[in-house]
């Protein structure tokens, strides 16, 4: 079964450096998505991307994230300068068809350290 | 203001029993509707989505959407221990074009054999 794949499933990272996360969305899926759930809290929408583009993004995600699309496959989410409050699980998501109310599936996780 | 609302639980029922998980959203606009079930540590899975008003059934599972009352709801039959996690409401926003969606905090439930 197609399932989206998260690279690496654990990350510790000292503040201020930047952290790269990967994500292999689910194959001839065109909508790709970044969430983050910070321990205990719930899962809070980071930015979607369509057609190579940002198509929408959160308060969250300021000019210290970024998402890329550099090849067929992936799609990254950097932060550049990491702070303690980055630390969290971040989920990517991706979702087929054109309709927008077709559902996302999530991919396991990457936990964010920083320290 | 909260736009998706959930109990947090936890909700305890015994094995075999019903379970219903409830959750209100503020966003009259709100298309679609789903229900993720998250173990701790790991990733939201998808169980059902309901996009009409009415019930949809799959399995031990049933949806029931009132758009009028903004109100959905989860039912479990013959709830069983596995069963047993965080169960997350979630709506694509009436007013994006994105998909992006939209979650509640979650209800715990708990199945004690």
């Known amino acids: 079964e197609p399932e989206v794949t998260q690279t690496p499933s654990h990350q510790v990272t000292q503040m201020g450096q930047e952290v790269i996360l990967r994500c292999v969305p689910i194959?001839?899926?065109?909508?790709f998505y970044w969430y983050r759930q910070i321990l205990g809290q719930k899962v809070e929408f980071l930015v979607s991307?369509?057609?190579?583009?940002?198509?929408?993004k959160s308060e969250i995600f300021d000019d210290q994230f970024s998402v890329e699309r550099p090849d067929g496959s992936n799609f990254t989410l950097k932060i550049r300068s990491t702070k303690l409050e980055d630390s969290a699980m971040y989920f990517c998501?991706?979702?087929?068809?054109?309709?927008?109310?077709?559902?996302?599936?999530f991919g396991q996780g990457t936990r964010l350290t920083v320290v | 203001q909260k736009e998706v609302e959930q109990n947090s639980g936890p909700l305890s029922v015994p094995e075999g029993a019903i379970a219903s998980l409830n959750c209100t959203y503020s966003d009259r606009g709100s298309q679609s509707f789903f229900w993720y079930r998250q173990y701790s540590g790991k990733s939201p899975e998808l169980i059902m989505f309901?996009?009409?008003?009415g019930d949809k059934e799959d399995g031990r599972f049933t949806a029931q959407l009132n758009k009028a009352s903004q109100y959905v709801s989860l039912l479990i039959r013959d709830s069983q221990p596995s069963d047993s996690a965080t169960y997350l409401c979630?709506?694509?926003?009436?007013?994006?074009?994105?998909?992006?969606?939209?979650f509640g905090q979650g209800t715990t439930l708990q199945v004690k054999p």
């Open positions: 979630a709506v694509s926003h009436g007013s994006s074009n994105t998909g992006k969606l939209i």
């Open positions: 194959s001839n899926h065109l909508y």
């Open positions: 309901i996009y009409s008003n």
């Open positions: 991307f369509y057609n190579n583009e940002i198509s929408e």
């Open positions: 998501a991706s979702r087929g068809g054109s309709s927008k109310n077709t559902e996302a599936f």
